[in-house]
């Protein structure tokens, strides 16, 4: 940067951190919040990746009811590897890391987060825990399912010593994360932008801050627990000796239930920003969002045992444990009520994003309904540990966090890249992955009602039509995303430039060029209002106000 | 409202201004509370576990093992409450500028902070001394899970203490600005904090 350029952001009240000039302080150890989301988006992508591999490697065994692809070992081994690269390494930074530094500062007018090196931390606590766990294969791999539960987590060998001091690693990150961003968000934003008038997926991030924070602590400390009972022995979780393994899983769930709503809560957010771009409406709601999401967020703490109801806790725990978890159904229902309202009347412009977000709406609303199904502690007894629970969950984690993700990554990609993406392959994308995604996902929930057991190597030849029909749409499911990889290849190649703002959105980000330059904001912008006020005009001081919400594209 | 630092080291080369160094310090003050928070759901987790073991032993504490003696828990006790009695007057000779009071403060508040750990040692050997130990049961687990956590955070909480000691001695901290002395002091009394939970579960209940 030119003394010049210094001079101008120095006298606009912007900090300056000189952009660094070595390729190594530049995108390695960067401490710019741009280059670390785009860090996090790298490494997480390609866990996802890696933990997709690692499912088509569990429906190729299952494609025959006796298959000999995998040994039973193996098979384990699998799923396990897909949930914790899944939830951990691939959802989590995702939509924390890689959203949320990338987004959220130039939402709040910021320029970077309120600590800049402890960001650059948390990402270097990532490579390392990922490198940790993919070694655990040559050492005897963790094989007792992303949860671990003892006892059987701890009659294994060597793996769940890599397994817990891997998550604990990206769990420190994690955790300073969420410390880092709800900083930023209570202390950095703009002048004027008062709690109300904060864009909905800066509420969304704030919000999984604080679940961060309060969480991810009590999963380190029920990785701490299991670890030392691994390597010293010590007695917590073994029966012989005074110790109970439920409390392992309530230590566990207290964490994991609420990390359900950490993957999920901020992808509230990106469908509260690309519904009212795409609808030319003002959301509908606002304030209704903002809250539901806190009382999600509160309510997270109070159902943990809903996991746990086929452990024997007794009917005075399971009771009000089921009442509370068809509550946080209404908070829910409150958002996704506000989401079609806003598409009520609306003149849509269904692009990618968009698509994206309508079969998130879709999807995850069912998702949501079969989770009230498994509240009801009778239904849960008998569809506990069968594939129903697995339609479940991926209708939840497939159908809302990654449809969210990829809406989001079509909607945000041109800010960074400053290039967009094909629509027509991202169309293609859209219909081939939903309509994929249905014919897997569906048919495990009638195959778990009719009482195929999960984490199982082999099954009863009466499935086996079914789970053929599963494989083979899962395989051509995971081939779906290869449009997606030569998407973005060819958009950082040939994509048409995007222009500062492509969608014609209104939030701050899109105030700036694309790809924002490295200090954000040349002069420090300040809010009059909600950004969401499609038709009135734009809410921000000089030179902001003049920019056009006209799409582009 | 000036929104727009960040961490300073990075934005300017010259020493802050007093608008900086007040909104850099509230960030970081905000932070560091965030800390000591996500730090307090480690040991309650803990408790928690505790509290579920022995809730489900049919006796407590488990046949052969007796309670830890309260009077060395007490004589513990009394020395890191102390110690936090005193790392509050050396902070406040500080801010009065009275650098000499600080300097005996702290050091006695470190001295405490010492003899409370090598009480710690005394109390563990005196357990293994009579068999009870880490691995043998629910109560070992839990007792020497909680306590060696937080015997950790004194430990670090004593470095913390030197460190900072050695920067005012070295002239980083004034009246107006000693964030990173506060930041000990606080974490100090957290410590403390956390050792009243622990007394009483241990000790008393």
New interface residues.
Partial sequence: MSTDTIEILRRA?????PEPESFVKRYLFS?DHKVIGVQYFIVAGLMILLSGLFAEAIRVQLTQPHNSFLTAQQFNEAFTFHGTLMVWFGAIPLVTGAFGNCVMPLQIG?????????NMFSFWTFPPAVLILLSSLAFGAPDAGWTEYPPVSLQAGIGIVFWTTAVFTVGIGA?LT???F??TV??????GMTFTRMPLFVWATGVTSILS??????L???LG?LF?SHV?????YDPS????VV?FQ??FW?YSHPAVYIMIIPIFGVISEVIPTFARKPIFGYKLIAYSTVSIALLSFMVWAHHMFTSGLGPWVTLPFMILTMIIGVPTGIKIFSWVATLFGANMRLTTPMLFSLGFLSTFTLGGITGIMLASVPVDWHEHATYFLVAHIHYVLFGGTVMGVLSGLYYWWPKFTGRMMSETLGKWHFWLTFIFFNTTFLPMHLVGLVGMPRRVAYYDPAYHAINLFISINAFILGACFLLLIFNMFWSLKKGPAAGPNPWGARTLEWMISSPPPYYNFKE?PEVYAQPYGYGEPLPYNAPYDQMSTTPTY | MAVHTEALEYAHHGPMTDEEYVEQRDLRFLGFLMFLFTDSIFFTAYIFAYLYLRSAAPVWPPVGIERPDVNLGAANAIALFGSGITAHYAMTRLKENRLSGYIWFTIATIILGILFLLGQVYEYHAFYHEGVTWAGSTFGASFFTLTGLHGFHVFVGVWFLIATFAQTLAGKYSPSRHFGLTAATLYWHFVDVIWVVLFFLFYIY
């Fill in positions: 009240g912007a900090p300056i951190h401490i910021a320029r970077d987060v309120a600590f800049p090196w402890l955790t969420g410390l880092n709800l900083t209570v202390k950095m934003r703009a002048p924070l309060v969480a991810t602590t009590a380190a400390s029920a627990s030392l010293f022995n010590i007695p917590f000796r005074g110790g109970t409390l309530h230590m207290f420090v």
